[in-house]
């Protein structure tokens, strides 16, 4: 059987259907095989995702950086000398998307207009009306200054586009404001530009590479962001619908995040 071939007007009418609300500021997270055969490719699916939250709207994307690492051991094997002697710098308006988070945060960071925000892992791309306030140059990378806050703060969406529960970037914001006990943080140094000059800067933020809380000793049966999205949803936070020919969900911003407090701190006490 042929692949379901996908336009931009059905793309923008299902996404209007599935809840995203017009001028409003939506996050996105897309796997673009789900979708079936978008006719344009990821150009179809931004201009379909701009189209549904209009003109007075911002569309986000998580991007992060390609070559961000947390120390040398997150290199391959043999190349940490050169990456010692020649650090790659960070800088947000040309520095690559995470390749693994798919072809859609990439287009959306070079599309004419886009601003990205200042913190090298954490980052996002924004375009539209409030794009520049959401994607602010503050050095926040998921706490109470970052731009998940301000999404959570403008009444934002997160669109889950055919991805998968558990790249739900949001929750790392939840993890970063809940009080709830043992939460781990990371420290690192990347270097970074900022004008005209370039050098390294100390981040310390959530560990989001082993985990910001010892989800391990919850016993889950499925990644935590996957469990935390999945009780939300059963619980009444969120919708489930169909976009193209991907399952998705589309949850508020605030709910989740509210839920997500709710669900670490019940889980490992108020700090």
Known sequence: ???????????????????????????????????????????TVVRALLDAVGPEGTLVAYTSWEEHAYDDADRPEGVADAYRAEPPVFDPPVSEAVRDHGRVPERIRTWPGAVRSAHPEASVAALGARAAWIAHPHADGYGSESPFARLVEAGGQVLMLGAPLDTITLLH???????????????????????????????????????????????????????????????????????????????????????????????????
Request: charged content about 25%; overall charge negative.
């Open 1 to 43: 059987m042929p692949p379901r071939a996908v336009t931009r007007s059905e793309l923008a009418r299902e996404l209007r259907e599935l809840g995203v609300t017009p001028g409003g500021a939506l996050m996105v997270h897309t796997r673009m095989s789900a979708l079936g055969w978008v006719v344009g490719a990821a150009e």
């Open 173 to 271: 914001h939840a993890e970063a404001v809940a009080h709830a006990r043992g939460r781990r943080e990371l420290t690192y140094t990347v270097w970074v530009r900022e004008g005209e000059r370039a050098g390294p800067r100390t981040v310390t933020d959530i560990d989001t590479r082993d985990g910001a809380y010892d989800y391990a000793s919850l016993g889950l049966d499925v990644d935590e962001f996957e469990a935390i999205a999945t009780d939300a949803l059963a619980a009444g936070t969120g919708k489930r619908g169909r976009v193209g020919a991907a399952d998705c969900h589309l949850f508020d911003a605030r709910a989740l995040t509210g839920f997500a407090v709710a669900w670490l701190e019940d889980r490992f006490g108020r700090a």
